[in-house]
């Protein structure tokens, strides 16, 4: 009785494929027997599982065992055809030169594989391997080079999709370093004297000043006075006002735990060392427990 035999060849990915598939039956207790036929620059593997026949390719455990070997395809084409896949999309998608391209590659890696967006390869990787049990459905031969550039289309969109998020997300990121930058050449710009600021900063009542004798000089920042307190939103005309027109020489920031965070790193790239946090002190209690400005 003839067995159930797939047939999977290769030139670009020899060592990988090979490996995987041998990993699957040493490792992890596929039954499969693995014969490989190597021609030139090209690799055939010849799966055959043990047990079963052609009568049961429509069963679940064919099915079971497919999934096993589509996910070792998957993992042995992803990462070195992403490469090249997304060097082309940002040639060909959005016009980059190969200097540009060296440049933003790394952050764009970066954005499709970094552990805080888990979700994106793993959602790649599930339609590259839905797609790959999809061809193994009316197909018992599979080269690997020629499916992945011309099948798997909803992985390639996909794909597609988080390349230009990536891209995008690197704009922003290129926007927020010059935002950066001119708030330090406007803070470096204006003379510098010991003057210490204290700023206090809650989700209730927003934002309020003090100077060094702990007095409230709220109303000395009156250009702010509109963009100020109440939404955390207006970072930007916060710091570019504390910047321009103060120019502490050292700034110390009291909040509570639920720190606006994107803010408060903007001022730590701006202010370096001249700025500090307070661990606690009466300031703090007044204005982060009682959530009312303290009348000096």
């Not at 039956?25 to 693995?34: E, G, K, T, V, W």
């Not at 926007?175 to 900063?201: S, T």
């Not at 100077?211 to 920042?221: R, T, V």
Request: net charge positive; proline share 3%.
């Amino acid at each position: 009785m003839r067995g159930y035999c797939l047939e999977i060849g290769s030139k670009k990915y020899h060592q990988e494929m090979s490996q995987k598939i041998n990993d699957l039956r040493n490792n992890d207790r596929l039954p499969i027997a693995i014969q490989e036929i190597s021609g030139d620059r090209y690799l055939c593997l010849l799966c055959t599982y043990n047990n079963l026949n052609e009568k049961q390719s429509k069963t679940l455990t064919i099915r079971i065992y497919n999934y096993y070997l589509a996910r070792a395809l998957a993992e042995t084409v992803l990462q070195d055809w992403e490469v090249v896949f997304t060097k082309k999309a940002l040639k060909r998608d959005f016009n980059m030169s190969d200097d540009e391209i060296s440049r933003i590659y790394p952050r764009i890696q970066h954005y499709l594989n970094n552990a805080e967006h888990v979700y994106l390869p793993e959602l790649r990787k599930r339609l590259l391997i839905k797609s790959l049990l999809e061809f193994f459905d009316s197909h018992r031969k599979i080269d690997l080079d020629g499916f992945m550039d011309f099948r798997a289309e909803k992985y390639k969109r996909e794909l597609k999709k988080q390349i230009a998020r990536g891209v995008n997300a690197c704009t922003l990121e290129q926007e927020h370093d010059g935002f950066i930058q001119l708030l330090k050449r406007f803070y470096q710009a204006k003379p510098m004297d010991n003057r210490i600021l204290h700023m206090v900063m809650n989700q209730l009542e927003g934002v309020h000043f003090y100077d060094a004798a702990m007095k409230n000089i709220d109303k000395e920042y009156t250009c702010l006075s509109e963009n100020i307190i109440r939404n955390y939103e207006s970072y930007e005309d916060l710091l570019i006002g504390i910047l321009v027109k103060y120019a502490p020489g050292k700034l110390i920031i009291h909040t509570d735990t639920q720190r606006p965070k994107e803010m408060l790193m903007i001022l730590g790239d701006v202010f370096g060392e001249r700025l500090t946090y307070c661990p606690g002190c009466s300031l703090c209690k007044e204005e982060l427990i009682d959530n009312k400005p303290k009348q000096v």
